[in-house]
């Protein structure tokens, strides 16, 4: 049986929606569409996509922390309030 974690799933998803332009200078930007302000700019285009990730990873981190909506991507939602089930005794 495979593990998933949904975490990593989600940002692997968000950063598949990535859009990289190469600026002027020869440096790169690169943001993601549905998550407003996650922009990053690097000398290398590895350098600018390591950024985003990093950016990206703390962006949905203040999101969950803040209660801010966050995108659904694919089948993953965690805007999903968590369910308790009682435990039974031991």
Not at 36 to 49: D, Y
């Amino acid at each position: 049986m495979a593990v998933r974690f949904i975490l990593t799933g989600y940002v692997d998803q968000l950063m598949s929606e990535a859009v990289y332009d190469k600026l002027e200078d020869g440096s790169f930007s690169g943001r993601i569409p549905l998550c407003k302000g996650v922009i990053t700019f690097g000398n290398t285009l590895r350098e600018c996509e390591d950024e985003l990730r990093s950016t990206l990873e703390d962006w949905i981190l203040v999101g969950l922390k803040m209660g801010h909506h966050l995108p659904v991507v694919g089948e993953i939602d965690l805007n999903k309030r968590p369910t308790y089930e009682q435990v039974g005794a031991l």
